[in-house]
């Protein structure tokens, strides 16, 4: 029988709920087309792959059963690396390590799921190959709840995020408005940069609840003095006050707001507060009501079982999409999401050279944020909508949803295996 | 036409995502069984009603689709309070405001939904009208997250609370396998002193997934040494560490861990630490690794959407045994469940004199807590098991799930009103 080759797959940076639908459409598209022997995974991405550690993804996921669950389990079930692949001038050698294996496993094409500096390794591989004339196809699968790619209409994995964000804005604006006396509740959510997922908080509004009352962004510039200002104004009309504010807030200088303020804990030491507390204590002194604050922390980017059906559907036809691009000869480019319509909600699925993506950022327009930086505009929340729409099935067993056993990456005896 | 009588409700305490389930449940009893004219809903408990804030619940749910939305919203449709009745002899003009009030509207049903404060108000209430020998039934209603409350096999309310922090738990787990260095998260969950819902999280264990590794609770005293040499016993073994702790955990003396830990914020005033935050503060001084603390906070009273379906459907079920109790005449009573089988679960519904629950905490017994005071017992995982099972359906339009309106609660137009 003909060799008909095989691929890898990696999976790198920080985790989504959506990354393993796209895991789970490689391993579907390869299905389907019949155009390689074995699919492997990279075991903590490029970093594991360079100590020998990897898998063979197509002797484990061979039914549909088990492709459907691992599309709406949450995290990386190949694990994941943050690993700067230096330059192959400086370090030919690791280079040689990670293309003896492909030659000699018989690779011919790598995808790899990541964001930013996830894809500068594509970049870097297929630099690589290239020099080398090396027939290995490189292809960049994004992913991030940052939403923060350039070329791609959006992120797999933002819709899910975001999905989490605006369901959990609205319970938090049930749980504050039982209360008969005045306060301010700031929801701290993630986004060093991009503030797309603090944005997101806006899709919580509906015809009866306005939270968040106020929303803070990385892209506009945040004054303490304007938000106290802003406070004040919004108490003369509401007794419950709720705004989300990004992680990554900074003011006119462009310093992080997170890192002015530290506390000295009990053993003397600092620790920097987040925004969200930075900001609850600035309040309390200025203002005398109840002020609380809430970090939604990892589980905005872990929450599989409120994942976003239009997000994990598009999340496997992406990674389908990458194979059908490995297969028509692509190499160092990104599969990305085009939008053809926004009602009826449509996209379409192209591929970009991945030098217009690697290490570069989207950040949201200044002109969907209103002029006081205190709010998103009606734009940027029809851009949004339909990236939450629709709930996934999730099966439940003892109460608890139904996900892939991700334990193997701890495991000794799948490591330097064949 | 003959006068049925009118009833009234209220709502008072912390919220939970199962209290509005028990509200809808008195409705449909109510009109099940035809037995009064009107119901009445006090806004912001029995302290709103003593400033006249009531509204007329019967023209507002009068359809099964009304009722059941209403099942499923978080939080309080009729607003809270935390308000102690002071007693009869000391404030006798309040009781005669209530009851004038009550005598004045046709009341002859009084339901009280709540936790062991609230369920003072039952017993003050009950004993005045006894003492003035006035036919006005008190009925309790219990709901707490916290399960605390004597004499009922568990609360509503718990079991959803319960199956967030599982299933938070679980996905965290995912969040923190990924990576290949050495970890401990720590997950702070509410309860100060009993720590039913912290031990709730042993539920998220599946056949793959040992997380929590250690779960700390109120109920056995807590040694930062011990704690520190359990965290470097496990480490030989596992490279994430994931542990549990309420945020009600106290030393050898009764001190709450939390109280002994205060932070000095940029202004120079103190600021209390959380129990997770506390120990992720003293863990980094004692071990070389990556140490972060999640607090669950609101979410784990409010997230709606994945609510426990034995949890809403008993909670309805409760509401609906309140009416019947009223009507066959019971007073300064709570009803409770009473479970009668394990395998298959299946709970009854019983009441019980209102002076044996109000103001008394139900803590986990020791002997559900293992010897080292760092882990639950398989007794406690049975008996906890059932209340998180099943999913509840929810309706979602534009990507959120669809919750009543209650900003009813922030409008004046509704107060003063008959």
């Known amino acids: 029988m003909l060799s008909k080759g095989n691929c890898i797959i990696g999976q790198s940076g920080g985790p989504t709920v959506a990354i393993n639908a796209s895991l789970s459409g490689v391993l579907q598209g390869v299905l389907e087309s019949d155009a390689y022997d074995s699919v492997y995974g990279m075991i903590n991405g490029i970093e594991g792959l360079l100590q020998g550690k990897y898998l063979n993804l197509s002797e484990q996921f061979n039914t549909s059963e088990e492709l459907d669950k691992l599309a709406i389990t949450p995290a990386m079930y190949l694990g994941s690396c943050r690993f700067k692949l230096p330059d192959y001038k400086v370090a030919p050698e690791i280079y040689e390590i990670l293309f003896n294996f492909f030659i000699s496993n018989n690779i011919t094409t790598v995808f790899y799921i990541g964001g930013n500096d996830s894809m500068d390794t594509v970049v870097k591989l297929s630099s690589y190959a290239k020099v080398k004339d090396l027939s290995i196809n490189i292809i960049g699968i994004p992913k991030t709840i940052d939403n923060d790619l350039p070329m791609t209409d959006h992120t797999p994995g933002f819709g899910s995020a975001a999905k989490f964000v605006a369901t959990t804005m609205l319970e938090i604006a049930h749980d504050t408005y039982i209360y008969n006396i005045p306060s301010v509740t700031i929801v701290e959510i993630m986004g060093r940069n991009a503030g797309w997922l603090t944005a997101a ?188 729409e629709g709930e996934t099935f999730i099966g439940y067993a003892n109460g608890l949803p139904i996900y892939c056993d991700i334990t193997h990456l701890h495991k000794k005896h799948f490591f330097n295996e064949k």
Chains 1, 2 share one sequence.
């Open 201 to 388: 908080s806006a899709l919580a509004r509906t015809s009866y609840s306005n939270a968040p009352d106020l929303i803070y962004l990385p892209e506009a510039s945040f004054s303490m003095d304007a938000f106290v200002s802003d406070i004040k104004r919004l108490q003369k009309e509401r007794k419950n006050i709720i705004v989300a504010v990004s992680e990554g807030i900074k003011d006119e200088e462009g310093n992080y707001i997170s890192a002015t303020s530290t506390t000295v804990d009990a053993f003397g030491h600092k620790q920097l507060c987040g925004a969200g507390k930075t900001l609850e204590n600035y309040l309390k002194e200025q203002i005398g009501c109840k002020v609380r604050s809430i970090e939604l922390n990892v589980l905005q980017r872990s929450a599989g079982h409120i994942a976003s059906k239009t997000d994990i559907d598009e999340s496997v036809m992406i990674g389908k999409a990458a194979v059908k691009a490995a297969l028509a000869g692509k190499t160092a480019e990104m599969l990305c999401y085009n939008r053809m319509s926004n009602d009826p909600y449509y996209v379409d699925i192209v591929s970009h050279a991945i030098e217009d993506i690697a290490n570069k950022e989207k950040v949201i327009p200044r002109h969907w944020i209103n002029e006081q930086g205190n709010d998103v505009t009606e734009e940027l929340i029809t851009y949004m909508r339909p990236l939450i």
